[in-house]
């Protein structure tokens, strides 16, 4: 019983170090939300005028406008083995997770 307590004990404390070590970070949220952000605004566009485009919208958009807007609308809840984004922009506000080098966004209002 005591070695499987130690062994498990060993495997969440492995866990947690690989959760830490890939934390996001904030540049890689804003690269996330800025995408995201962008394919969301297109398909909107497609629904709403018929105006659809397929391909990627020039990147200085991305690069010099939503990124920086991005990432002065974010607050992040560095957790250590996770992160929370919130983001408040345009009148919308998201939440999402950053895990595992990875990011779930689970609240759009």
Do not use: H, W
């Not at 498990?8 to 800025?34: H, K, W």
């Not at 485009?53 to 974010?74: D, Q, V």
């Not at 809840?77 to 595992?100: A, D, H, M, P, R």
């Amino acid at each position: 019983m005591q070695g499987s307590l130690v062994k498990g004990g060993i495997a969440l404390a492995g866990l947690a170090v690989i959760m830490g070590v890939t934390n996001p970070r904030q540049e890689a949220y804003n690269d996330y939300a800025s995408q995201r952000l962008m394919t969301n605004a297109q398909e909107e566009m497609c629904k709403e005028f018929n105006y659809c485009r397929s391909g990627e919208p020039p990147s200085f958009i991305k690069n010099t406008l939503i990124k920086p807007a991005i990432s002065a609308s974010t607050n992040q809840q560095n957790l250590g083995i996770f992160s929370i984004y919130t983001t408040e922009l345009f009148g919308f506000k998201t939440k999402t997770l950053g895990v595992f080098g990875n990011f779930l966004t689970y609240s759009d209002s």
